[in-house]
């Protein structure tokens, strides 16, 4: 297993909170067999720019050990999901 940082920004609107949010996120990364070492909330910040309509997002900072195989399926899985605005997944050194 190899260590990875992943940033996430996560859409938290009216029609879901940020409960749910990390809930589907942590289902994928379990779906996957990855495992979350360290996690920090950044709380909710202003974005650069809007995306999808929305000014603000809710930044996570990841740790995570996982196997190199299954980063391209996570990937391909946080693409689809409704909760996660943007994503960042580097190896760690």
């Known amino acids: 297993m190899r260590t990875y ?3 996430t920004i996560l859409r938290v609107s009216a029609d879901s909170t940020l409960d ?3 809930a589907a ?3 994928i990364l ?3 067999g990855a495992q979350a070492n360290k996690d920090e909330d950044w709380g909710e910040r202003k974005l650069h720019f809007e995306v999808d309509d929305l ?6 900072h ?3 050990k996982a196997e190199p ?3 391209k399926e ?3 899985e946080m693409q689809i999901d409704r909760h996660i605005l943007r994503f960042m997944i580097k190896r760690a050194a």
Not at 55 to 60: A, I, P, V
């Open 74 to 76: 996570l990937k391909r």
């Open 30 to 32: 379990d779906r996957h």
């Open 20 to 22: 749910q949010a990390k």
């Open 69 to 71: 195989q299954a980063i």
């Open 25 to 27: 996120l942590k289902e």
């Open 62 to 64: 990841s740790q995570l």
């Open 5 to 7: 940082e992943l940033i």
């Open 55 to 60: 000014q603000t997002g809710h930044y996570l």
